[in-house]
């Protein structure tokens, strides 16, 4: 995983509005995986204020990501969350509306983008249940799309095969083998 965040990361400096954006995307090896937070701001960075549906840059990121994340044997699961201002939309649309038809939208994008069909094992949304910044629930960075890049699981045939050799046990163990 810190292999693949590295060659993520190259790969997002080389897009020409970089610098535009480039505090507005995290990436985070975790137990799940690796985990591509793309940020909002105050003047919306990948999604327009209220809008389900990415802009400009965020179909150019996320389409870069689904190109290259396309070549993974890796699942990736999509988050939505929003801040906690609530949605002023119409009355039976909200939040949680909001943040599970953005992960919904940028799924439906990576996929047109290159990522196979079966790659992608859950999208969820959270509203505002997850800040990063709780002490600030109103922060435009608490709104944001998040891909998680999953390890590989290996079947239990593949674990319990007696052709397994040192040299596997070590790669598997330092996380090289497997992205």
Do not use: C
């Not at 995290?26 to 960075?45: D, F, K």
């Not at 070549?71 to 999509?78: C, D, E, G, M």
């Not at 969350?81 to 943040?99: C, F, I, M, Q, V």
Request: hydrophobic fraction near 30%; aromatic fraction near 6%.
């Amino acid at each position: 995983m810190p292999k693949l965040k590295e060659e993520l990361q190259k790969s997002i400096r080389q897009m020409s509005d970089f610098d535009k954006f480039k505090n507005q995307i995290e990436m985070t090896v975790t137990s799940e995986g690796l985990r591509i937070e793309l940020l909002e701001s105050a003047s919306g960075t990948f999604f327009d204020s209220g809008s389900h549906s990415p802009n400009r840059d965020g179909i150019e990121l996320l389409s870069m990501l689904s190109q290259e994340l396309s070549k993974l044997p890796n699942k990736v699961s999509i988050e939505g969350h929003t801040d906690s201002k609530p949605y002023s939309g119409t009355r039976d649309y909200g939040n949680w509306e909001l943040s599970t038809d953005r992960a919904n939208a940028a799924r439906r994008l990576i996929q047109q983008s290159g990522l196979r069909q079966d790659q992608v094992s859950q999208v969820r949304g959270f509203s505002d249940q997850k800040l990063p910044k709780p002490s600030d629930p109103l922060d435009p960075s608490n709104r944001r799309i998040t891909l998680i890049v999953q390890y590989v699981v290996k079947s239990n045939e593949e674990h319990d095969s007696p052709a397994r050799t040192a040299a596997d046990e070590k790669s598997v163990g330092s996380g090289t083998a497997e992205q």
